[in-house]
T-cell receptor
Framework: DADVTQTPRNRITKTGKRIMLECSQTKGHDRMYWYRQDPGLGLRLIYYSFDVKDINKGEISDGYSVSRQAQAKFSLSLESAIPNQTALYFCATSDLKNSAGAKNIQYFGAGTRLSVL | EDKVVQSPLSLVVHEGDTVTLNCSYE??????LLWYKQEKKAPTFLFMLTSSGIEKKSGRLSSILDKKELFSILNITATQTGDSAVYLC???????????FGKGTRLSVIA
């Protein structure tokens, strides 16, 4: 979805390096999420944020940190990358202003493929 | 433990076949179940189901929910090669929590 933009699209880095993945959205949504996807493991939640002052850990937050710089921007950092953080990373958004269950519909960016050597 | 379980994990069919994908879930305060299609990159939203027995339909795709038995199915009729993708099922585990995704079903449609 072009309204959710992730940069970079691909990144190769070395063990121990600090990496930041960025996500910006023009959908005006208040909620933002970071997931990683590994073959056979589906999408797993790393962190999520329901507004600028709200940050919550997900299922697999160890080794990651996030920053919600503005409603439209949510970045994911790997302070010291390790090879098992090699994965496809997705940012997603959802809209609290939607009614009932529709607020759970998430819209995904195109993903960042990260390789840690 | 897995709270959202999809089956089968992978499936290969021929064009024109009909397929049924399954998703079962465990949640104490059910609100909704969502289906996504993931081709090469980002998952794209297909359906949201909130009520039992009401079919959601979009072209050759349809889905239905059984809240008593805690499962949903996604049907694809007259499959085409363009239906080849990973189909993901997701459930929020309470009113204000993010989605939890199943591992997905990888569907391959061969000509």
């Amino acid at each position: 979805d072009a309204d959710v933009t992730q940069t970079p699209r691909n990144r190769i880095t070395k063990t121990g390096k600090r990496i930041m993945l960025e996500c910006s959205q023009t959908k005006g949504h208040d909620r933002m999420y970071w997931y990683r996807q590994d073959p056979g493991l589906g999408l797993r939640l790393i962190y999520y944020s329901f507004d600028v002052k709200d940050i919550n850990k997900g299922e697999i937050s160890d080794g990651y940190s996030v920053s919600r710089q503005a409603q439209a921007k949510f970045s994911l950092s790997l302070e010291s990358a390790i090879p098992n953080q090699t994965a496809l990373y997705f940012c997603a958004t959802s809209d609290l202003k939607n009614s009932a269950g529709a607020k759970n519909i998430q819209y995904f960016g195109a993903g960042t493929r990260l390789s840690v050597l | 433990e897995d709270k959202v379980v999809q089956s089968p994990l992978s499936l290969v069919v021929h064009e024109g076949d009909t397929v049924t994908l399954n998703c079962s879930y465990e949640v104490t305060n059910f609100r909704s179940l969502l289906w996504y299609k993931q081709e090469k990159k980002a998952p794209t939203f297909l359906f949201m189901l909130t009520s039992s027995g009401i079919e959601k339909k979009s072209g050759r795709l349809s889905s239905i929910l059984d809240k008593k038995e805690l499962f949903s199915i996604l049907n694809i009729t007259a499959t085409q090669t363009g239906d080849s993708a990973v189909y993901l099922c997701a459930v929020p585990f309470s009113g204000n929590t993010p989605l939890v995704f199943g591992k997905g079903t990888r569907l391959s449609v061969i000509a």
